[in-house]
């Protein structure tokens, strides 16, 4: 497959989870990404977190850099950030997702790095900025879920804050940290060179979205509702079933006359407590426990099957039954992958180009590309052993 970004380099100073999640999607799209780790500290951490598959390697790790390349370089010491400058010379975007005020002291900045290639491209994702007073605080996802309220979005009324599942924050801003660096590179001929920032605290808090434009225009306060429901239409929530849950989503009054036809109980359409949308969230409670009368009936299948093709509705998986689902399998969004002696499972890239799902290969090992970079593309191949044993590389 001609991959649209085949030819763009991209040098990475990343760890864990937004900065490599962003450049996984490049690197899926046809970057080189080129990862630039300390070997003395072991590289990113991610390659040390959860199960190992080998020396400075895990799931974890592969999980968020797939289709990535490794060098090791101490960009702390002089020699170290001489290679750097002649690797910046090659590259067209340096992406980093350290803390606010790091980028300026190590000089990966576009104002320290602008006079060695003035149409680089420097992209910073940072906890919460670079230009402002908290440009040295650590953080982390859970704690702007926290700051930024989806902690008391998330859960039932009466349960303490919750933070959601997984690290949504890490991954949009990765994500728009990618579309921000590809806006930069489609108008640098234009524009030049630039610094592309983008902070979790920004993003997790743009994520607000309709709550938020609620609130600052009309006051109104969102809080967390029973069973996952939405905070206006209804029913948009999670029922019972005989054997489980089901998660129904009647958006629409299209959608609620469907689903009560197919229920068969077209007869709820006429109570005046459940007439329009409006009515239906002021007496949400009650539907509630209509509903799972109707629905405990059956089971979550018998459900699915009646209501599939014709109102929104899902089940209610753990991770495993979510994974191993055969529409997984079917859409191809698993694979297997050679890794070492054995074969590494992970989830394909959601984009595809021409309906064909992007092609993947193991992250490299911590400095797997040394001799290939370092060594044979800048020219210091005579040099690496003592690179090495003086820690530069």
């Not at 999607?25 to 977190?49: F, N, P, Q, W």
């Not at 197919?262 to 459940?274: C, K, M, N, S, V």
């Amino acid at each position: 497959m001609d991959l649209p970004l085949k030819g763009i380099r991209i040098l990475a100073i990343e760890q864990f989870g937004a900065g490599p999640y962003g450049s996984m999607y490049l690197a899926d799209m046809g970057a080189e990404v080129i990862k630039i780790e300390s070997r003395t500290a072991g590289g990113d951490a991610a390659r040390h977190t959860g199960i190992q598959l080998s020396d400075a390697d895990s799931a974890y790790f592969q999980a968020f850099n797939l289709n990535k390349k490794s060098i090791t370089l101490d960009l702390k010491s002089k020699e170290g950030r001489q290679l750097f400058h002649e690797l910046v010379m090659t590259a067209d975007v340096v992406w980093n997702n350290l803390r606010g005020n790091q980028p300026e002291r190590l000089g990966i900045d576009y104002a320290n790095l602008k006079s060695i290639k003035p149409n680089i491209i420097c992209t910073h994702i940072s906890a919460y900025g670079r230009d402002n007073d908290r440009a040295d605080w650590p953080g982390y996802d859970y704690l702007m879920q926290a700051e930024c309220g989806f902690l008391h979005l998330t859960g039932e009324p009466e349960s303490p804050p919750a933070r959601f599942g997984l690290s949504i924050i890490d991954f949009m801003t990765g994500a728009v940290a990618g579309m921000g660096t590809l806006a930069a590179l489609l108008g640098r001929e234009r524009d030049g060179g630039k610094d592309v920032d983008i902070s979790l605290f920004d993003v997790a808090l743009h994520q607000l979205s309709y709550p938020g434009t609620w609130y600052m225009n009309h006051g109104i306060k969102t809080d967390r509702l029973p069973r996952g429901s939405h905070p206006s239409n209804t029913p948009v929530q999670l029922f019972k079933t005989a054997d489980g849950w089901i998660f129904i989503m009647c958006m629409t009054e299209k959608f609620w006359g469907l689903f009560l036809d197919i229920i068969g109980h077209p007869q709820l359409a006429e109570d005046a407590r459940f007439a329009n949308m409006g009515k239906r969230a002021e007496n949400r409670d009650t539907l509630t426990s209509v509903l799972d009368h109707i629905l405990s009936g059956n089971s979550t299948s018998h459900w699915l099957d009646k209501l599939k093709t014709k109102v929104p509705v899902a089940p209610v998986y753990d991770l495993p039954a979510a994974l191993d689902n055969p529409f997984v399998a079917d859409i191809g969004m698993r694979q297997s992958l050679p890794h070492g002696e054995r074969d590494l499972k992970v989830l394909r890239n959601p984009i595809r180009f021409n309906s064909q799902r992007l092609p993947s290969k193991p992250g490299h090992g911590l400095g797997q590309d040394n001799a290939g970079i370092i060594g044979d593309e800048l020219g210091h191949i005579e040099r690496l052993s003592e690179l090495s044993d003086r820690n530069i590389i």
